[in-house]
């Protein structure tokens, strides 16, 4: 695997996840990664607006180019739902595993959640990543799945989005701000951000999950 920071636009956390989609299909509420204790800071100046800040350093590297675009050729089509019923067990336990190496040291941000997915078929949720604190994106892919790639972005609303990170995976599991490194929101960037987990070779389940932890200062 190989992952690739890429950006143009704000940043918060985007926590996705898909998998077996086993009973009903619910629609995704939005992932909040609990904020960093605040210090307190003398000062007169009001909080800033989103508006009034800078946007975020562009990252030095793009999406892979075939990734981007079968993301992009699939991208008016709707995310799938997440299930409402219990991640299947094997993958839930392959999941756990990858989580061991890829996200030491950081806390569970909240349960898996999981999709069955067909071939350029997606699950998309938002995510929310406050300022002093840090994430990683987990996707395990279950029997039957051959590729998935991430891409966390900023919200399309119909348009093309900013792309903040991806991972082209070169088999069923993917990762964004694993062991390489947590990642943490841009100076200035929004928090409101979306993760979406595409299968771009062969089909089944999907389970994702994010973990968090304090940003290094």
């Known amino acids: 695997m190989r992952s690739a920071p890429a950006a143009v636009c704000s940043m918060g956390l985007v926590f996705v996840a898909i998998t077996l989609g086993c009973g009903g299909e619910q629609a995704a509420a939005p992932l909040v990664i609990a904020a960093a204790p605040r210090r307190a ?18 990252p030095t590297d793009a999406p892979e180019p075939e990734a981007l675009r079968f993301f992009l050729d699939h991208l008016a089509a709707p995310a799938v739902p997440p299930s409402s019923g219990a991640p299947p067990g094997v993958a839930a336990i392959a999941l756990a595993n990858t989580a061991l190496g890829e996200a030491k040291g950081l806390t569970a941000a909240g349960p898996p959640v999981f999709a069955r997915l067909l071939v350029g078929q997606r699950l998309s949720i938002p995510v929310t990543l406050p300022p002093g ?9 279950g029997l039957g799945v051959i590729e998935i790639d991430l891409f966390l972005t900023t919200p399309a609303e119909g348009t093309v989005p900013a792309f903040l990170a991806s991972e082209v995976a070169s088999g069923p599991v993917a990762v964004i701000g694993g062991r390489k490194g947590c990642m ?16 771009r070779r062969g089909e089944g389940n999907v389970l994702a999950q994010v973990f968090a932890r304090d940003a290094p200062p």
């Open 41 to 58: 800071v003398a000062s007169a100046t009001p909080p800033r607006s989103s508006a009034d800040l800078a946007p975020p350093r562009a």
């Open 133 to 141: 604190r840090c994430a990683t994106f987990l996707a395990q892919g």
């Open 184 to 199: 943490a929101a841009p100076e200035g960037a929004p928090s409101a951000l979306v993760l979406h987990a595409i299968v």
